[in-house]
């Protein structure tokens, strides 16, 4: 079975500054899809940015980027130039892509980011 | 276009009864998922419906607790009889596609559920 693991519960950022949160994952399955989701106080699920298993160039989304390394089964996600307005938990999350699959996500536990004015 | 729609956006529900959790997923979407997100935690998978089918119930306790998607109206979560311990947010999301790198879920808001 796959698992999502960020092992940064909390996290900080002055604000304008970068902030990179870190997403671990196993699997044994060669293609899939790996995604971060921002969760505001409001409860929304917000889809930040998403990255194709077998695409090497890594996501990009405006001031949000990933840094994907299949080998190391590792998909962080960088903010630059952070604002007020990103505070939020991200939740990282996989999917598998094979034809039997259900599309269900799995999530990993989430990290809190604060950003300081 | 309207978004996936939950309602009651919040719930309480004494110990014993039922909470009846209502999804509507975005226009065109046939595919629902339903997730719990306790407390502190991440969201956790339950069910995967289609159109009057149950395709993917892994994630969904054994007892209590029931989901539908019928062939009009919204889907409904149903748990019978709650206890502490279901006091979560339960969310609905929807997919016009399974599978499909180029159909991301789409999340409502979620329910609140709160047991006294």
């Known amino acids: 079975a796959q698992t999502v693991t960020q092992s940064q519960p909390e996290m900080s950022v002055q604000e304008a500054e970068t902030v990179t949160l870190s997403c671990t994952y196993d699997?044994?399955?060669?293609?899939?899809?790996l995604f971060w989701y921002k969760q505001p106080p409001s409860r929304q699920m917000i889809l930040v940015i998403r990255?194709?298993?077998?695409?090497?160039q890594n996501a990009t989304e405006n001031r949000f980027s990933v840094n994907f390394q299949k080998a190391a089964k590792s998909f962080s996600l960088k903010i630059s130039d952070s604002q007020l307005g990103d505070a939020a938990m991200y939740f990282c999350?996989?999917?598998?892509?094979?034809?039997?699959?259900?599309?269900?996500?799995?999530f990993g536990q989430g990290t809190t980011l604060q950003v300081k004015p | 276009n309207a978004g996936v729609m939950q309602n009651p956006r919040h719930l309480v529900r004494r110990r014993g009864q039922e909470a009846r959790l209502r999804c509507s997923p975005m226009?065109?979407?046939?595919?629902v998922y339903w997730y719990r997100q306790l407390p502190e935690e991440g969201l956790k998978f339950m069910v995967y419906l289609q159109k009057e089918n149950i395709i993917d119930e892994s994630g969904m306790p054994k007892e209590r607790f029931s989901a539908e998607f019928p062939k009009e109206g919204p889907s409904i979560l149903r748990i019978q009889q709650v206890v502490r311990g279901d006091s979560a947010a339960y969310f609905c999301a929807s997919s016009p596609r399974s599978s499909s790198y180029n159909s991301p879920l789409h999340f409502g808001n979620g329910t609140r559920l709160t047991v006294t």
């Open positions: 226009k065109g979407h046939s595919h």
């Open positions: 990255q194709e298993a077998y695409k090497q």
């Open positions: 999350a996989y999917r598998s892509s094979g034809s039997s699959n259900t599309g269900k996500l799995i």
């Open positions: 699997t044994s399955e060669s293609d899939y899809y």
